[in-house]
């Protein structure tokens, strides 16, 4: 991971129920990946989101090919 950032928007939320995690990742290219989440609960209120970067490296043995 290069960064990443959470914001949580309800400081009062119960994980023991269910929630969805919605995840999307916009771009990637040159060796850069951004992904986007966020975490909804039940009722469909915005919990979290959350950014983060990240590097992808090809291994060495997959590159070859």
């Known amino acids: 991971s290069l960064n990443h950032t959470l914001w949580i928007h309800q400081p009062q939320f119960n994980l023991s129920q269910?929630?969805?995690?919605?995840?999307?990742?916009?771009?990637?290219?040159?060796?850069?990946?951004?992904g986007h989440s966020y975490l909804f609960d039940r009722h469909g209120v915005l919990i979290a989101?959350?950014?983060?970067?990240?590097?992808i490296r090809a291994q060495a043995s997959a590159a070859k090919q």
């Open 18 to 34: 269910w929630h969805l995690l919605k995840l999307a990742s916009p771009w990637a290219g040159l060796g850069r990946g951004l």
């Open 49 to 55: 989101t959350a950014a983060q970067e990240g590097l």
